[in-house]
Every structure is written in C-alpha cells, then in structure tokens.
C-alpha cells in the first residue's frame, strides 16, 4: 500500500525560506510523476509544481505564483520529492500535499496517490 508522508512545513516570517519533503513507500518510486498541491483556508486545492519521470526530459512545470520563487525535485535514491520555497508570501500559507501520477499528460490531470499534507504560514 502506497504511503506519501510530508515534512518541513512550519511558521516563517515573510521573505523567509523552507524546503518541503515528501517520503513514499509502496510503490515504484521513479516510475511516477510527481506534484506539490497546496490549500488555503476556505479555498479549493491548487496546483504548485510537478516533476516528471527522470529518463523523460522534461523540465519541471510551476502555477505562475511561484514561479522563480519554488523549485521542484526528486531523489529517485530516496524515494523522496521536495519543494524548495523561496521568499515566502503570506498568500503562501497553506497546507501543503505532495501527490503521485502514472506517467500520462503532462502536467498531469489526474494523480493517484496523495499525502496527508504539512501546515506552511507565513506570516507578514
């Protein structure tokens, strides 16, 4: 049974820096693209970033919000994916979900194993 557990999340101060991790255990690790979603209180889930698999070639795809500001990555040895977060916002705060696609679209449209989430709040 596949497990997706995140870490890193915690409270900054605008302009401060974190680095997300995402473990998984329970399935082919490299095998699957992978995402950062984020939710906000009282709003809908969003999309932050994707990787896709290693041997595709592909550069990492960002929603504009974060773009020069996050970088994706994965560390197919580790079974890990990370999100690195640079000049953290207040309209950043949220929790914060890794997610697992079998390789199809690109980005992808649909995932098929999701984490738990970690807090991120940054405040101004």
């Known amino acids: 049974q596949a497990q997706l557990v995140e870490s890193g999340g915690g409270l900054v101060q605008t302009g401060d820096s974190l680095t997300l991790s995402c473990a998984a255990s329970g399935l082919t690790f490299k095998s699957f693209d992978w995402a950062w979603f984020r939710q906000a209180p009282g709003k809908e889930r969003e999309f932050v970033a994707a990787v896709t698999v290693t041997w595709s070639g592909r550069t990492p795809y960002y929603t504009d919000a974060v773009k020069g500001r996050f970088t994706i990555s994965r560390d197919n040895a580790k079974n890990s994916v990370y999100l690195r977060m640079n000049n953290l916002k207040p309209e950043d705060t949220a929790v914060y979900s890794c997610?697992?696609?079998?390789?199809?679209?690109?980005?992808?449209?649909?995932?098929?194993?999701w984490g738990q989430g970690t807090q991120v709040t940054v405040s101004s």
């Open positions: 997610a697992a696609a079998w390789p199809s679209n690109w980005p992808p449209l649909k995932y098929d194993y």
